[in-house]
């Protein structure tokens, strides 16, 4: 009577692992998209808008189109991998927890690096501009800079800092202008 | 250099990226990318649109002082002045290309000034220019004057016409009729009324002075970015 009671118990718990385990294989399968979206999402345009490297249009398209939904997808589909992850973790032994840790490390990466500029961290931009009167400069006469004026007003952009910083927005004489480099 | 007002909304630029080392910016208030050398958007809400071109020149800073006395200077950022490169431009030339034009006139990295004539593009090299300046071309019916100022490195293009009739500029003291014995100070002069031009386009002396001439907007930049950007430019020759 024990005897049976007990492998009764047994047989109602290898049952309920086994609906674990299919539940769980349909859990692991979102999970995988999420993060393969997600990781997606920041590697595939860092991958074409690499410096030095060809850009083909379609893929220069498709890197713009990625990075400009990035932010949003990251987010979404990367609190959809935590939440899964959440679920998976309950019903799954160590070796797969270590397998979504390993996941969720760079699921995190990405969707933090989708929300940066990192050309930026290259070229750091000019944030508030300064300027100086032409005779307190000390640029030597030799040096190439860019030049624009609007009436009265004329600025000189010296191209060392420029070819560096490559984009400065100003307003000169009133018209908001962007310097290019 | 561009204006950046679209649609009457004032826009705000960052770098963004990097397309065949001709680099790509986005603005801060649609996310739009737009292409550093055309001013167009090329992606984004605002795709389609093109930022207005500013008239702007490239000069040595001796030159600039001379003309705009009251001109302001973008001081260097402390933080960055490391960064700062004072020999770029053989630093930039050393760089690999991504994309070439074999059989092309010129090589990818060759310096040119570029300019665009209602869509007809033509490309002089600098190399010819510095030689030869003043240049004087048409392209598409309009005539051209490109000039090298006093320090051979400043650049200008004007419309090479004065009260609506062509004109032919020369360097004084180039003129194999003059003397070579006094060195004169630089100016242009035109060959239908022998006035007086400075670097700026306008006349000093003579019957003309007080005119000046039309600008034309002209890009220094290497072959292989102008010639993607134009494929059906021409190359000065001479």
Known sequence: MNTSSLSEHEFHGQLADQSNRRTSRWIWIPFFLCALATIGLFFVPAFIIRPFRYQAPRALFVAMALRQYAPLVTLIAGIACFVLAFALWKTVGPWRRALLVLILLPVTFSAVMARQNYFEWMFHPIAGPQFLAQSESKLDPKEMIMAVRFASDARAYPISQMAYHHVLNDVVGGVPIVATY | ?238
């Open chain 2, 1 to 238: 250099m561009w204006t950046r007002t679209v649609n009457g909304r004032v826009l705000h630029f960052y770098l963004a990226g990097i397309n065949n080392q001709n680099f790509l910016m986005r603005d801060k208030e649609t996310g739009t990318w737009w292409q550093q050398i055309t001013g167009k958007a090329i992606y984004g809400p605002l795709q389609g649109a093109t930022l207005e071109l500013v008239l702007s020149d490239e000069l040595t800073f001796g030159e600039w002082r001379t003309e705009f006395t009251n001109g302001l200077v973008l001081a260097p950022v402390a933080k960055y002045t490391k960064e700062y490169e004072p020999n770029w431009e053989p630093e930039v030339a050393k760089l690999p290309v991504v994309i070439s034009f074999p059989g092309t006139e010129l090589k990818s990295r060759d310096v040119v000034v570029g300019l665009t004539i209602n869509g007809a593009a033509r490309a002089y090299p600098w190399e010819t220019l510095a030689k030869q300046s003043p240049v004087v071309d048409h392209v598409n019916g309009t005539p051209l004057l490109l000039v090298l100022g006093p320090d051979g490195k400043s650049f200008r293009v004007f419309v090479s016409r004065i009260d609506a009739r062509d004109a032919e500029f020369f360097l004084q003291g180039e003129d194999p009729a003059e003397t070579s014995a006094e060195k004169k100070p630089w100016a242009l002069v035109d060959a239908t009324t022998a006035s007086q031009w400075n670097f700026q386009g306008c006349a000093t002396s003579g019957p003309a002075q007080g005119k000046c001439l039309d600008r034309i907007p002209a890009l220094k930049d290497y072959w292989f970015d102008w010639r993607n950007y134009h494929p059906d430019t021409t190359v000065y020759k001479r």
